[in-house]
Nanobody, 123 residues
Framework: QLQLVESGGGLVQPGGSLRLSCAAS????????IGWFRQAPGKEREGVSC????????NYVDSVKGRFTISRDNAKNMVYLQMNSLKPEDTAIYYC????????????????WGQGTQVTVSS
């Protein structure tokens, strides 16, 4: 059974950092592009970052560029999202998802999702 499990969310003050993890089981991440998405209350799910299957290419939504870093460890079947200089507007549920072939920022192109982890940025 293909499964993704996110962890690492929590409550952090503005300017703080969190590292989200996404663990895959039942399949190898090595053949998949992996995306991080987020959804705030009352808003649509948006693509935050995506990394290619090799990890050699990645992209970020403009609002997180320079603050977030996506990485992957195919040997451990893990993907990470390092989030620095967090802002209140980063508050959302964060999801990881996978798809074959190329990265995309469109949620509908991803077919396997984790359950999400809550990130709250507040003083």
């Amino acid at each position: 059974q293909l499964q993704l499990v996110e962890s690492g969310g929590g409550l952090v003050q503005p300017g703080g950092s969190l590292r989200l993890s996404c663990a895959a089981s039942g399949f190898s991440l090595a053949a998949y592009a992996i995306g991080w998405f987020r959804q705030a209350p009352g808003k649509e799910r948006e693509g935050v970052s995506c990394t290619s299957s090799s990890g050699g290419w990645s992209n970020y939504v403009d609002s997180v560029k320079g603050r977030f870093t996506i990485s992957r460890d195919n040997a451990k079947n893990m993907v990470y999202l390092q989030m620095n200089s967090l802002k209140p507007e980063d508050t959302a549920i964060y999801y990881c998802a996978v798809r074959e072939n190329l990265c995309s920022n469109q949620p509908y192109r991803f077919n396997t999702w984790g359950q999400g982890t809550q990130v709250t940025v507040s003083s």
